[in-house]
């Protein structure tokens, strides 16, 4: 009998709640690029900011892959009609290493992140509300280890389409232009 | 023979460099309470910036644990009287499951998080440059991932000295004083 092919992680995507582009426009980019450099594959934006989507498209034009962040006008919809589950990150919820494992046989999740005050109907339409740590902290954080938990952490090597690369060094700095020495 | 006792994980403390009390007060803010919420023991602050440091006091004398932010005016002299291994984080650096085995067996860690500017003397005086994924993303993100390899995540419970603990649940929110029912 042929060897069981190796599970693929599931697909993620995230829905940034609560985003004010006037007053942290730096978080939400923050929360962004978490989201691309640990495998997500876009991020919902509500309210939608253009600006921030342009700049989130400009490292990803450099560093490969095809992470975009899309305007997410009514986010309501956006997770009653996901197909797959949606999992609410938040400290209230239930500890995110006991759920881990149902979420990585899940084939499409969307993971949902507010900022400081969520609207409570989050808790009623999400699948899951998931806590990563039982302490107040940072969505960035949460976000980073739940994508890591459910997809694991990319190793090295350039990305498709990239024009840019890091070659890994214990002192300084090196980027090189994928495939040139 | 007696089993040997389980390994005490590292102390951490983080040293932030480049705060921008002005602009970015949130970034900071979500580093900290990141860095308490997975397990640092306190974060030195360059330049210091007191009305930060009040709020996350706020923070930890609610929720408990004796994490708190210590103003750093010359994070040179932090960094290289630093009795431990200092790690700085940076997207350039040696893959992090690399040094995480090595970094687990150390005592005292100083990580060192700089923000999109950091001073290049930081990749001299670093015992090690270690990054977490290698592509841009947010030292909030970083900073997560590196105490969760390094320490773990901490699972949910009252804090010492805690007035407030997270009982974990489904959907919605329990907030309870410790040793109540």
């Given at each position: 009998?042929?060897?069981?092919?190796?599970?693929?992680?599931?697909?993620?995507?995230?829905?940034r709640l609560g985003h004010r582009a006037g007053r942290d426009p730096r978080l939400s980019t923050h929360l962004?690029?978490?989201?691309?450099?640990?495998?997500?594959?876009?991020?919902?934006l509500?309210p939608?900011d253009?600006d921030l989507?342009?700049?989130?498209?400009?490292?990803?034009?450099?560093?490969?892959?095809?992470?975009?962040?899309?305007?997410?006008?009514?986010?309501?919809?956006?997770?009653?009609?996901?197909?797959?589950?949606?999992?609410?990150?938040?400290?209230?919820?239930?500890?995110?290493?006991?759920?881990?494992?149902?979420?990585?046989?899940?084939?499409?999740?969307?993971?949902?992140?507010?900022g400081a005050k969520?609207?409570?109907?989050?808790?009623?339409?999400?699948?899951?509300?998931?806590?990563?740590?039982?302490?107040?902290?940072?969505?960035?954080?949460?976000?980073?280890?739940?994508?890591?938990?459910?997809?694991?952490?990319?190793?090295?090597?350039?990305?498709?389409?990239?024009?840019?690369?890091?070659?890994?060094?214990?002192?300084?700095?090196?980027?090189?232009?994928?495939?040139?020495?």
């Open positions: 009998m042929p060897p069981r092919p190796a599970r693929r992680p599931p697909t993620v995507e995230v829905l962004a690029l978490a989201a691309r450099a640990l495998g997500a594959e876009r991020m919902l509500h939608p253009p989507a342009k700049r989130v498209a400009a490292v990803s034009a450099r560093w490969g892959g095809r992470f975009e962040v899309v305007g997410c006008p009514d986010w309501r919809a956006a997770v009653r009609s996901f197909d797959g589950t949606s999992v609410h990150l938040t400290m209230y919820g239930e500890p995110l290493d006991r759920v881990a494992p149902r979420l990585r046989r899940a084939k499409r999740i969307l993971a949902i992140v507010g969520v609207p409570s109907a989050v808790y009623q339409l999400a699948d899951l509300n998931v806590a990563v740590g039982h302490q107040p902290h940072s969505e960035v954080a949460a976000l980073a280890l739940f994508l890591d938990r459910v997809i694991g952490l990319p190793g090295p090597g350039a990305w498709p389409g990239a024009r840019a690369e890091i070659v890994p060094m214990a002192r300084g700095k090196r980027v090189r232009v994928p495939g040139a020495p």
